[in-house]
């Protein structure tokens, strides 16, 4: 039964080729083109809002510097968001519930970030290293452990998204399994499992989408950091 509720989360593959290439590339072609019809749609100006609102709260502590990563954070959560909530669909597969694919897109962004700091102020960049006023004795024990959680970030960021959305459709899994279970046995308590299953599934959307801003917003901190 266990290894049943995990099947879900594997990577499908059709004649031997994985379709996770094809289950990352899907999401684009759901977006329209540029046209001028933009002017008058409804949904797309409310799309269109939504972005430039995004964009602005991600970019509003960065100063100038940091403004060039608007087409890139922006495009990451967008992609982020539609791959979550796709994953909800049934007989769909979720690629963020893959820990490798999360730190693919952890890792490089993160160490950017660290080589911009880096290379346009070091002296600041290994300053995060060590406090200031740390005494003496203390020196070698913090510069280790600051040291640390600077690598583990990208770790993080990925584990992050990957426990939160997993634990999600396991629970929707075992939420359903009990309401098929249950209907033939007690009727009415099936029924409050579909209802919960419904709650449920309208949590895990908002969790698709807060996990993807948090994702972003997350590095756009460590970007705030280095520029």
């Known amino acids: 039964?266990?290894?049943?509720?995990?099947?879900?989360?594997?990577?499908?593959?059709?004649?031997?080729?994985?379709?996770l290439a094809l289950a990352l590339t899907l999401p684009w072609i759901f977006y329209p083109s540029?046209?001028?019809?933009?002017?008058?749609?409804?949904?797309?100006?409310?799309?269109?809002?939504?972005?430039n609102?995004?964009?602005?709260?991600?970019?509003?502590?960065?100063?100038?510097?940091?403004?060039?990563?608007?087409?890139?954070?922006?495009?990451?959560?967008?992609?982020?968001?539609?791959l979550n909530i796709l994953g909800l669909l049934p007989y769909t597969?979720?690629?963020?519930?893959?820990?490798?694919?999360n730190l693919a897109l952890?890792?490089?962004?993160?160490?950017?970030?660290?080589?911009?700091?880096l290379r346009n102020q070091p002296t600041a960049a290994l300053g995060h290293l060590l406090p200031e006023g740390t005494p003496t004795p203390l020196i070698p024990i913090l510069v280790v452990i600051e040291t640390i959680s600077l690598l583990i970030r990208p770790l993080a960021l990925g584990v992050r998204l990957t426990a939160n959305l997993t634990a999600g459709h396991l629970l929707?899994?075992?939420?359903?399994?009990?309401?098929?279970?249950?209907?033939?046995m007690m009727p009415a308590v099936a029924i409050l499992t579909t209802i919960l299953l419904f709650l449920l599934t309208l949590l895990e959307v908002a969790v698709a989408m807060i996990q993807a801003y948090v994702f972003v917003l997350l590095l756009s901190l460590y970007l705030q950091e280095n520029v």
């Open 172 to 184: 929707m899994q075992l939420t359903s399994t009990a309401a098929f279970v249950l209907l033939s």
């Open 93 to 101: 597969f979720t690629p963020t519930t893959q820990l490798s694919l």
């Open 53 to 82: 609102r995004f964009t602005q709260q991600i970019l509003m502590p960065l100063n100038m510097g940091g403004h060039k990563w608007a087409l890139i954070l922006t495009s990451l959560m967008i992609f982020l968001i539609t």
């Open 106 to 117: 952890a890792f490089p962004l993160w160490l950017a970030t660290v080589l911009i700091g």
């Open 1 to 19: 039964m266990t290894v049943s509720l995990f099947d879900q989360f594997m990577s499908p593959t059709y004649l031997g080729i994985p379709l």
């Open 34 to 51: 540029p046209t001028a019809r933009w002017l008058n749609n409804r949904l797309l100006t409310l799309q269109a809002w939504f972005i």
